[in-house]
């Protein structure tokens, strides 16, 4: 073998890299585990621990090691084993344009406007070119310009700007807002404390995707979500006019005992804050770093009932020269600790202490941590000089904003008021400068939080002032955007909703454990069982693989969801097929006589290329899945993809240093037992003379499958349709039609209800009010869902719910259809190449299209005639793009060994036909046992991967049958029907001439 030092470097360089990525995982759980034997059924105390725990290392010596930095590594999981909300939101660019042109009447203006927000729920081109190309039809002569060369929009348009001038400042504005939306959304989330939330900006679109781990409240992350953003400019306090009144709220707090259980192990403190004053003791402490000589539980106790409101806000304090501490002059009045800030809010809230804090001051937290590897905000000190409180200024007088370089080159922000807001702005802007020892800042304020507080440095008499500071561009174009918030009002509305209840993410959790664990075990034991003691080599190797999958998934922070650990499951079968492949050239080079160690050698090298083809062309299925997918589906892809890579290392590489091992060690290693030795030897099964019979068969299905899908069509999942779907569990068997009955008369509409797993489960879509997607319209679809449960059982939970919205739904189908059209063209181009004859291409096109009919007429035909759903999801794409990765997979190794076969057996004693039964013959072994593996672990996949993957499981066990079907019966026959031999002309045997 060689290079044999390099693959074990590099086996043991990955095995250290995949156990510290899965230390993490192990560390959160230990942790967490500590946390609720010590809660005992406790949530609160629970969460009390586990928030004290955040910054302290929590392995061994490693300082750096915390609770927090091993919970942002470990294995994240998917809403679907967690629980949580996957909301997807889309920005109103309709507003957004209207506001650009200041709500304007024109009607041309106004018919464009509906015209592309029609246009928009079936087309793929963005809003703004709809919205360009509808005014230009129904006002051929208009002019965009005079529509919005407005006094705020001067600087960009002009009136004699042409209409793709006007289409450019449209764009660009468009991806201001979703960029703005984006970054609102990300800090509203940030302040909604949940743990691991992800959001993403889906790139061409003005969708924004969040997926909130553990949220229960689903109505009330509507609500924030949805909320329009509010900008204010706020006077400011000085930290020296503040620091008194926080000292008199401390106070309070003791007097009135408004101090919380402290029993629950609180952030250390030094053990020297008692000396040297108070102020001097407070100055002395960083939240922002790690404690040490950490004071007893007692103490810290004593200190925190002492100094409730101190314990936990640090006031702002420096170093004077003389090494005392001082009040930092500004706005920031202290600093705390991410996890305190809701105590800290709830002690300032307390009847007692708001009754003493002027109403003219508002004590607001900055919109981000002091330093990037820190959880420590600011608590800024807001002023008002009006009398109910309010700001300066609203965020309505802004009328641009854009970042620029100063005369230095340093980055900053030009913003510019319209009149009445420069007027304001004057006033404000003299008074806060009118000291020239003590100038003081104006606060930028976006949803009760402080993005910016800059020092006035002078009057500003025109409206155009520019914010410098130390700003990366990065920066200046975030307050830039955050600042035309205010003046462009651009709606974020939930489109699609996903929410999974706690107690069907535990069932999901268990469902996967025990479909991943059986799927385990019967692979190992078939293959064990199959080839002896060989087979324990692949076992390792199958091992292994299952380890390096899970490190590599969690060095890369890839979610894990339920379809996600099909993947693993499916990936595991389908490793196996690069052992068969080994196993079976090894045998074969045994068979003619060759040493055991040359017929390791040979097997490997001869197996190698169709490994290789058959592997890439399901990679690139994966690839496709993971670019068109969406939620579970990247998830599934993901594992999909890493584990066909990580199955090629183990299989090809692991495997065969063991054998090197065994061989050293002159150990006996044996590729059967008794009863398989001989199995499929010498086989003669005739594939090609019968296969019309073959063409008939799958013709019979597809024929009937195609009447069924433009007869009885599909059940279309809620994804495809839109719409509104439940899954509701009851405490006893229900009727549907009883139940459809009951909605029929909350809803108005008929909703479809079917039995999902067993008879007390049922779910339920409906259309009603699904073009509404308002928070009210959301509370309103619940409340009379609820009415009407109530009315079948008092005792029900609803366990999951999906909202999505006709465009989402739309662009879904469309992206499917692209998906496997795209599939298609792809695996065509890699075998045209590898194989470089346009027959084998073409064949293998017609058994990727009739797998895939064969799959469609299948659910089509049984679609209400089995106990469970066969609905045409996202999910049923997924199961037909990794059917066609896998039918391609099995293709690609027959026609490997038929392109083997033509080239040494092809004589003129030996048509083609019978080469390439031969050939087929050849590889019946290996396409028997890896369809047995596949097909077995699919069926426990099926029966134990829980309700949420029955579909998914039955459509890939279909498809896995009728691919194997299809590589035997329906590929190869094709190449025989493309490849017309030529006929040669019989030689004429000359006879002998009499003479006469």
């Known amino acids: ?79 679907d084993l967690k629980g949580g909300m996957n909301v997807t939101m889309e920005i109103s660019l309709t507003e957004l344009v209207r506001n650009l042109a200041n709500n304007s009447t024109d009607a041309n203006f106004n018919a464009a406007l509906r015209n592309a927000e029609t246009r928009l729920k079936t087309s793929q081109k963005d809003f703004i070119s709809l919205f360009v190309e509808e005014f230009e039809k129904v006002s051929p002569n208009g002019n965009l310009a005079a529509l919005f060369s407005t006094k705020e929009n001067a600087s960009n348009i002009k009136i004699n700007s042409s209409n793709a001038e006007v289409k450019t400042f449209l764009t660009n504005e468009s991806k201001g807002a979703i960029d703005r939306s984006f970054n609102i959304l990300r800090t509203r989330i940030d302040k909604f404390g949940v743990t691991s939330p992800n959001i993403q900006l889906q790139e061409g679109t003005s969708r924004i995707l969040i997926e909130l781990p553990g949220v229960t409240e689903p109505e009330r992350v509507r609500k924030l979500l949805q909320g329009s953003a509010k900008l204010e400019f706020w006077e400011t306090y000085d930290n020296t006019e503040i620091y008194p009144l926080l000292e008199n709220v401390n106070k309070i707090l003791v007097s009135t005992n408004l101090i919380t259980d402290t029993s629950a192990k609180e952030t250390s403190v030094k053990g020297d804050t008692l000396a040297g004053g108070k102020l001097a003791s407070l100055g002395k402490r960083d939240t922002s770093k790690k404690d040490t000589g950490a004071l007893t539980a007692k103490n810290q106790a004593e200190i925190t009932r002492q100094n409730p409101l101190f314990s936990i806000l640090n006031p702002a304090t420096f170093q004077t020269e003389n090494g005392q501490p001082a009040l930092r002059p500004g706005p920031v009045v202290g600093f705390a600790a991410q996890k305190d800030t809701a105590k800290v809010n709830k002690y300032l809230r307390s009847p007692a202490v708001s009754s003493i804090i002027p109403q003219s001051i508002q004590l607001v937290w900055g919109v981000k941590p002091i330093a990037a590897d820190s959880k420590v905000f600011e608590l800024y000190a807001l002023k008002s000089s009006r009398p109910d409180g309010s700001p300066a ?62 020092t006035v440095q002078g009057e500003i008499p025109n409206g155009i002032s520019s914010i410098s500071g130390s700003f990366k561009v990065e920066d200046t174009q975030d307050l830039s955007n955050i600042l035309k918030a205010g003046r462009l009002p651009a709606p974020a509305k939930v489109v699609s909703e996903y929410v999974v209840g706690p107690s069907l993410g535990l069932e999901s959790i268990n469902a996967g454990l025990i479909s991943t664990i059986a799927g385990i075990i019967f692979i190992l034991l078939f293959m064990a069982l199959y ?45 196996v097929d690069a052992n068969v492949l080994i196993y079976e050239r090894i045998r074969e080079e045994l068979a003619e006589g060759k040493s055991i160690r040359l017929a390791i050698a040979e097997g490997y090298r001869k197996a190698m290329s169709s490994i290789l083809d058959s592997n890439v062309t399901t990679f690139l299925t994966g690839v496709i899945l993971y670019i068109f997918g969406s939620g579970p589906i990247v998830g599934f892809a993901t594992t999909l993809m890493i584990g066909i890579i990580t199955s090629l290392f183990a ?52 024929i009937a499958g195609l009447i069924s899908m433009f007869t009885r069509g599909f059940g279309l999942g809620v994804d495809f349709k839109g719409g509104r779907s439940y899954f509701v569990e009851f405490d006893k068997p229900v009727q549907t039609d009883n139940v459809r009955n009951i909605l ?40 009379k869902l609820n009415d009407g449960l109530k009315k079948v059982s008092p005792n029900y939970e609803i366990k999951d719910s999906q909202t999505v919205g006709p465009t989402i739904a739309n662009d879904i189908k469309i992206s499917a259809i692209y998906s496997v059209i795209f599939a298609i063209v792809v695996i065509f181009l890699y075998i045209l190449v590898r194989f470089r004859k346009w027959q084998f291409g073409v064949s293998a096109i017609i058994a990727l299209l009739h797998d895939v009919l064969i799959l469609l007429s299948i659910f089509s035909l049984l679609n209400g005639l089995v106990p469970f759903s066969l609905d045409i999801d996202q999910a049923f794409i997924a199961a037909i793009l990794t059917v066609m990765g896998y039918s391609i997979n099995d293709t690609v190794v027959v026609f490997d060994r038929v392109r083997e076969y033509i080239g040494q057996h092809h004589t003129s004693d030996e048509n083609l036909p019978t080469v390439i039964n031969n050939a087929l013959n050849s590889t019946l072994s290996r396409t028997v046992i890896t369809g047995v593996c596949t097909i077995a672990v699919l069926l426990i996949i099926f029966i134990f991967g829980g309700e949420i993957l029955r579909g998914f499981s039955f459509a890939m066990l279909i498809g896995v049958i009728f691919g194997t079907y299809s590589s035997l019966f329906v590929a190869t026959p094709f190449v025989v029907e493309f490849i017309r031999e030529k006929k040669t002309p019989k030689t004429k045997i000359p006879t002998a001439v009499a003479i006469k």
Not at 2 to 23: D, E, H, M, P, R
Not at 428 to 445: E, F, G, Q
Not at 670 to 684: E, G, R, V
């Open 531 to 575: 080839y002896s003691k060989a087979g324990w080599v692949a076992n390792i190797a199958l091992i292994v693989n299952l380890f390096f999958l899970m490190g590599v998934l969690a060095s890369l922070g890839a979610v894990l969801t339920l379809p996600g650990i099909a993947g693993i499951v499916l990936s595991l079968g389908m490793s």
């Open 651 to 702: 299989a090809i590489f692991i495997s065969r240093l063991v054998f090197e091992w065994l061989l050293a060690k002159q150990q006996p290693i044996s590729f059967s037992i008794k009863a398989t030795q001989n199995l499929f030897k010498d086989s003669k099964f005739d594939f090609i003379t019968g296969r019309k019979r073959f063409y008939l068969f799958s013709s019979i299905i597809i």
């Open 744 to 783: 029929l008369t909350e809803f108005g509409v008929a909703p479809e209800v079917k039995t999902f797993g067993s008879a007390n489960e049922v779910r339920i879509t409906t259309s009603y009010l699904i073009d509404e997607n308002t928070p009210e319209a959301a509370d309103q679809v619940i409340s």
């Open 1 to 79: 073998m060689q290079g044999k030092g390099l693959v074990k470097f590099a086996a043991i360089a990955l095995t250290i890299a995949c156990l510290y990525s899965l230390s993490f995982t192990w560390i959160a759980n230990h942790v967490e585990g500590k946390a609720k034997a010590i809660a005992n059924g406790n949530p609160l105390r629970e969460k009390a621990y586990l928030d004290s725990m955040d910054n302290q290392p929590v392995f061994g010596g490693l300082d750096y090691i915390t609770y927090q930095y091993a919970k942002e590594r470990e294995i994240p999981l998917g809403l």
């Open 393 to 454: 200024l609203e965020g309505d007088v802004i009328s641009d904003a854009r970042s620029d370089y100063d005369q230095r080159g340093n980055p900053e922000v030009v913003m510019v008021m319209n009149s009445e807001g420069a007027r304001e702005w004057r006033k404000l802007t003299a008074a806060a400068s009118a000291d020239a020892n003590n100038k003081k800042s104006v606060a930028i304020v976006l949803d009760n939080v402080v993005y910016s507080a800059p």
